[in-house]
């Protein structure tokens, strides 16, 4: 069995001083340490969620910002394209009544200008016809007369030809 002597016993009462010193000086703060530590680092873990939900929240702003921003840039887009079509629109119909109305001016030039042509040769077409005829006869005729005889068988010529039957 064993023996309890005195040495023994001194031991024991030096180890339990021992265990006794060291929980008071060592083992509380020891403890103390640990829970300070297990304190600040579920600290951190905390802020560390709360920094991570603001994160999350600040992109999804920022992606919500970035979505706002494709959609004016596409509104404004379409606004413009719109706005680029009226005025095309507008440049046409513009350019095709000019076009419209220099045509007509210059049909109604083409045809004054035809007119007095025509006005021009049958003024001419008297004078020689009444020369000739002068001539022709030998003498001379009157040249009101000549020129209404002249006159009056060119107008039945133009409406012959436009009836479609010969003046004579």
Same mark, same amino acid.
């Given at each position: 069995?064993?023996?309890?002597?005195?040495?023994?016993?001194?031991?024991?009462?030096?180890?339990?001083?021992?265990l006794?010193?060291?929980? %008071?000086? =060592?083992? *509380?703060?020891?403890?103390? /340490?640990? $829970?300070?530590?297990?304190?600040?680092? !579920?600290?951190?873990? #905390?802020?560390?969620d709360?920094?991570?939900?603001a994160?999350?929240?600040?992109?999804?702003?920022?992606?919500?910002?970035?979505?706002?921003?494709?959609?004016?840039?596409?509104?404004?887009?379409?606004?413009?394209? %719109?706005? =680029?079509? *009226?005025?095309?629109?507008? /440049?046409? $119909?513009?350019?095709?009544?000019?076009? !419209?109305?220099?045509? #007509?001016?210059?049909?109604?030039?083409?045809?004054?200008?035809?007119?007095?042509?025509?006005?021009?040769?049958?003024s001419?077409?008297?004078?020689?016809?009444?020369?000739?005829?002068?001539?022709?006869?030998?003498?001379?005729?009157?040249?009101?007369?000549?020129?209404?005889?002249?006159?009056?068988?060119?107008?039945?010529?133009?409406?012959?030809?436009?009836?479609?039957?010969?003046?004579?």
């Amino acid at each position: 069995m064993v023996d309890l002597n005195a040495t023994m016993l001194a031991m024991m009462i030096n180890f339990a001083i021992v265990l006794l010193l060291l929980t %008071k000086f =060592a083992w *509380n703060p020891l403890l103390k /340490i640990l $829970a300070e530590r297990q304190a600040r680092i !579920a600290g951190q873990i #905390e802020a560390a969620d709360q920094e991570r939900l603001a994160a999350e929240k600040l992109r999804a702003e920022y992606q919500q910002q970035m979505q706002n921003a494709k959609s004016d840039a596409q509104s404004m887009m379409d606004k413009a394209l %719109k706005q =680029a079509d *009226n005025t095309k629109d507008e /440049i046409i $119909a513009s350019a095709r009544e000019e076009h !419209a109305r220099l045509l #007509e001016t210059a049909q109604g030039e083409i045809a004054r200008e035809r007119q007095q042509a025509l006005e021009d040769i049958r003024s001419e077409v008297v004078t020689i016809s009444v020369a000739a005829a002068a001539k022709i006869i030998g003498q001379s005729v009157d040249e009101k007369i000549n020129a209404k005889l002249v006159d009056d068988f060119i107008t039945r010529m133009d409406a012959g030809k436009q009836s479609g039957t010969p003046p004579c």
